[in-house]
């Protein structure tokens, strides 16, 4: 068996496992602790030297339209497969013991891990799609039957904007199929790259914008990103994780995969369009997010923020804005995921989440206090982090974009997403001063309980694989720089 | 074996059928259902032992009966749906029961087993006619017995309401349909729809409106049976009020059958070029008109059987814009598979609806509320079912919509497909609906008991539920099936 199916089937079987009965919690990090060696082991046994898709298999499902059930991972699907398996492993570990329809939690959480998880492996766009589709129903049901506050109300929205995104992507992928030209149909994504490579596939702008906005609407791209904040807000905390960390990757992901090969004239023809709209993710959005009142809104919203900065890489089209991009999915999904982690912690143990009733708390849980401190540094995108080295890589890459001829568009708008850095450090320093530091607020006293083992070891988790791919960013681009290689630096 | 055999068989299991119901005793009513179960079974799987080349091609009836690879599968298409609605009605046996005069126990339960099977002959007839009369003659055959069974609960307002309405209105649609073949056989000369579009290129320039004319009549009344807009105002009473396996019949095989008569009659007229042109846009319109009526008249319904009425009207909507679409070269085969994966979904989805309806005592939404606490798994199967429904992924119905959608851009129905892409988003909010009453709302009854399933029914549901994911994941083995 492959074991890129291995890697979706664990999850899957031990859904199914949790649902049918016993000890879910137990069935759950151990299904997600041997996905997350399984995907380190498929890491380590990827030849670099050789490169492309590894561990290929192919299932030819239906020959005469080319859908076959195949398997691949290239350094930049294995990347996002770590990334994956890693925010499993601790969403599942963060879950309070407590929660209850504790099988239906956990199955939810690891149906939505195999989802991504099998878009990220997939190499045809039919199962690509698919397998994210997949992940849509846990999401309605964890926000739904777990959500706090306006749950119903935030479920449908976040369900039926996801689901109009995704048909508006599927119509785009259609389209992209029709494109291909008659007899080399295909829905392998190798074969649809080497032929946008060749310039044998021109789609046109029309099937560009609608894969652009399809998965735009998927990634929260400003002006499409309301849904974002508020279902994360809602979410229990390791959906949050989950959705933040992992699932909303798929669409960058996706624009990596088909937009960046395939569309490069489109990108260009419409980067200024690109452009404003992700200075809007990262300066409207950054003031918002400045503005708001609880955490979990605020963390939202930063999260919509950041997005910003991966279309950034993403107009640069070259291949430092391009591997930039990339490592930032992985280090905004690590970060976000920590994030959300111990916001559903402060909320278990202080039972709110509104900077005005919170204050002084490090003083009653030092240890969450120091855990929130690094997770927002990493955040901010301090050097040490591999946020740092993910951002650097985008400026550059977009700064570099077009240099002859003076200042440009894509200089002056990486100017302005500069200005986002700061942004990005008022906020989170003041969350964190307004949340652990000064007088105590109503919510806080003595009597509150540090935080949980689980929820510190998972935390330290991801926080250890920022700061180890931080300070050697080579670890993750070894893997990542060939898939662009072809592009000019 | 020859075709002819198989609506000859069903015609003899009827009968049987009725025979052995004057002697059964009260207690053995449900026996002739389950006869008529194992019955038609036996005559699904001889269906694949067909020889269409046994057909006499010289016979008289060679001009009204076809026996193509379209009509089979439509003929394997009706008795597996009547199949299902017989596991189904066993299952809904004691709200018939309680509808007959307690002094004759078991009285008129038979029939009700009876009269789909006759049905299911007419559909069979209908796939294999080529001809307006036997189109007409087997049309009447399939909802004269519909006009009995909608309104079967006699002591039921609603059904017999509904009764009425689709007598009315069946009667209304059957008077167009006579008309516009007048018309057209006014026009050409002919009945039989291959010597029709041998005769139409030689055609009259002037006699081409007489001849839209009788195509449009022909529409509406199909539009009727398919229930398009906006023919389809009969569809939501008429659907609430029938028992629901009628409903069930009505909504799938009906519409098939609809559906593959409209195919015929299209494919005759579009061999001209010129009718072609005139013809398409007025199918998209319907088309447009459908996907927008359907889905959204759903959206506030709160009971489940209106909703799947809306619904099935929304389906509708897809159905037809492959039909507008069917110059692709695709688009036969769409609509064929759409049709195949809405029959898998829409009966688990009643066949849900009527066990859990059976021990909730109503299909409101209400209903439904928290029956994933009492009972998970017929929970997760309307789950799917509204899933697939709703077009996720990974499901049957899916991978309709993907060949529709992509029939319709190779046609470039732009517009249609955007609007069928919003309708769709539409679509996602009332099957949700369903999902959210089961799975987060808290049941009425905390400590109600555990939902009685009878094994037919939960066989069915369980092969239900495997094909929906089997053939989303690998839809080989349907599309083989097809012409």
Not at chain 1, 35 to 48: P, V
Not at chain 1, 138 to 160: H, Y
Not at chain 1, 314 to 331: D, E, K, P, S
Not at chain 2, 154 to 172: F, H, I, M, P, Q
Request: proline share 5%.
């Amino acid at each position: 068996m492959s074991p890129l199916l291995s890697l979706i089937l664990i999850p899957l079987v031990t859904a199914a496992f949790c649902m049918a009965g016993s000890a879910p919690r137990r069935i759950s990090i151990f299904g997600a602790a041997a996905n997350l060696i399984l995907s380190l082991y498929l890491l380590a046994s990827y030849n670099i030297e050789i490169g492309g898709f590894q561990f290929v298999s192919e299932n030819a499902l239906f020959p005469a339209y080319g859908i076959s059930f195949s398997l691949g991972a290239d350094g930049l699907s294995l990347v996002l497969l770590l990334l994956s398996t890693l925010v499993t492993f601790a969403a599942v570990w963060v879950t309070p013991k407590e929660v209850k329809f504790g099988g239906m939690f956990y199955a939810c959480l690891l149906l939505i891990s195999a989802g991504a998880i099998g878009a990220f492996a997939s190499i045809d766009l039919f199962f690509f799609y698919a397998f994210h589709e997949l992940a849509l129903i846990p999401t309605f049901l964890l926000i739904g039957i777990w959500g706090s506050g306006e749950r119903q109300r935030i479920a449908w929205k976040v369900t039926l904007y996801l689901a109009f995104g995704s048909f508006i992507l599927l119509l785009g992928l259609i389209g992209l199929w029709l494109a291909v030209p008659e007899g080399l149909r295909t829905l392998d994504i190798r074969l649809l790259q080497q032929l946008g490579y060749a310039g044998l596939l021109t789609p046109g702008p029309v099937v560009y914008l609608l894969i652009l906005f399809g998965f735009g609407i998927l990634i929260a791209l400003f002006p499409f990103h309301t849904w974002a904040p508020e279902a994360y807000a809602s979410a229990p905390a390791p959906a949050a994780m989950l959705h933040a960390g992992v699932l909303k990757k798929f669409g960058l992901y996706g624009l990596l995969r088909l937009a960046v090969p395939i569309f490069p004239e489109e990108i260009q023809q419409f980067a200024h369009l690109l452009l404003v709209l992700l200075l809007g993710n990262i300066l409207y959005v950054g003031y918002v997010t400045i503005a708001q009142k609880r955490l979990d809104l605020m963390l939202g919203y930063s999260s919509v923020m950041h997005m910003g900065y991966a279309f950034l890489g993403l107009v640069a089209l070259n291949q430092l804005g391009l591997v930039g991009m990339a490592l930032m999915l992985f280090a905004h999904g690590l970060t976000i995921a920590a994030l959300f982690a111990l916001c559903g912690e402060i909320n278990r143990r202080t039972g709110t989440l509104e900077f005005a009733r919170l204050g002084g708390l490090a003083g009653v849980t030092p240890k969450l206090g120091l855990l929130f401190g690094f997770a927002a540094m990493a955040s901010i995108g301090l050097p040490g982090f591999a946020t740092f080295a993910s951002e650097i890589l985008i400026f550059f890459g977009a700064f570099a974009r077009g240099t002859v001829g003076g200042f440009n568009w894509f200089q002056i708008a990486t100017a302005l997403a500069l200005w986002g850095v700061v942004i990005s450090a008022i906020y989170m320093l003041r969350a964190y001063r307004r949340i652990f530091w000064g007088t105590r607020g109503s919510a806080v006293n003595d009597a509150l309980a540090d935080i949980s083992p689980g929820t510190r070891w998972a935390v330290i988790l991801l926080l250890a694989a920022l700061i180890l791919t931080g300070f050697r960013p080579g670890l993750l681009l070894d893997y990542l720089n060939p898939v662009f290689a072809y592009l000019p630096q | 074996m020859n075709p002819l055999y198989l609506e000859v068989f069903v015609i003899v299991l009827g009968i049987i059928m009725l025979m052995a119901e004057a002697f059964a005793g009260p207690g053995h009513k449900r026996e002739i259902g389950r006869a008529g179960i194992f019955g038609l079974l036996a005559i699904l799987v001889a269906t694949f032992w067909i020889n269409p080349a046994a057909l006499n091609a010289a016979a008289p009836y060679a001009g009204f009966y076809r026996a193509d690879t379209l009509a089979i599968f439509l003929k394997q298409f009706a008795l597996l749906s009547t199949v299902i609605v017989l596991v189904m009605s066993l299952e809904y046996a004691p709200t018939v029961e309680a509808s007959m005069p307690s002094e004759r126990r078991g009285a008129g339960l038979g029939e009700f087993y009876i009269l789909p099977v006759f049905a299911c002959a007419g559909l069979m007839w209908m796939a294999s006619a080529v001809d307006f009369v036997m189109i007409f003659v087997s049309l009447e055959l399939v909802t004269i017995s519909f006009y009995i069974l909608v309104s079967y609960l006699r002591r039921d307002r609603g059904s017999l309401e509904a009764g009425t309405k689709y007598l009315v209105l069946g009667a209304l649609s059957t008077g167009f349909l006579v008309y516009g073949i007048t018309w057209i056989y006014g026009v050409t000369g002919q009945t039989n729809l291959s010597a029709i579009a041998a005769a139409l290129p030689g055609l009259d320039e002037a006699a081409v409106p007489a001849l839209l004319f009788g195509f449009g009549l022909v529409l509406v009344a199909l539009g009727f049976k398919v229930a398009a807009a906006p023919f389809q105002f009969w569809v939501p009473d008429v659907y609430q009020g029938a028992p629901t396996p009628v409903t069930a019949f009505l909504s799938v095989a009906s519409k098939a059958a609809g559906f593959i008569v409209l195919l015929r009659v299209v494919e005759t007229f579009v061999v001209v070029p010129q009718l072609q042109a005139k013809i398409v846009p007025l199918l998209a319109v319907l088309a447009g008109a459908t996907m927008i009526f359907g889905n959204l008249a759903a959206i506030p319904q709160s009971n489940l059987k209106r909703l799947l009425a809306y619904s099935s009207i929304g389906h509708a909507g897809y159905l037809l814009l492959g039909v507008a679409s069917i110059g692709a070269p695709f688009a036969g085969t769409a609509i064929l598979f759409y049709l195949g994966a809405y029959l898998l979904m829409t009966m688990l989805a009643f066949l849900v609806m009527t066990v859990v309806a059976q021990a909730t005592g109503g299909d409101d939404l209400s209903d439904f509320a928290g029956l994933n606490q009492r009972a998970p798994h017929l929970a997760f199967a309307m789950m799917l079912a509204m899933l697939a429904l709703a077009g996720l992924p990974l499901t049957v119905g899916f991978l309709g919509k993907l060949f529709i959608f992509e029939a319709a851009i190779e046609q470039e129905h732009y517009f249609l497909v955007a609007l069928g892409v919003i309708t769709v988003a539409a679509g996602f909010y009332y099957y949700l609906k369903v999902i959210r009453a089961m799975y987060w709302q808290q049941p009425a009854n905390p400590d109600a008991p555990e939902i009685p399933v009878g094994g037919p029914a939960k066989l069915t549901i369980a092969v239900l539920c495997a094909l929906i994911i089997w053939l989303g994941v690998y839809p080989g083995p349907l599309l083989a099936l097809l012409p």
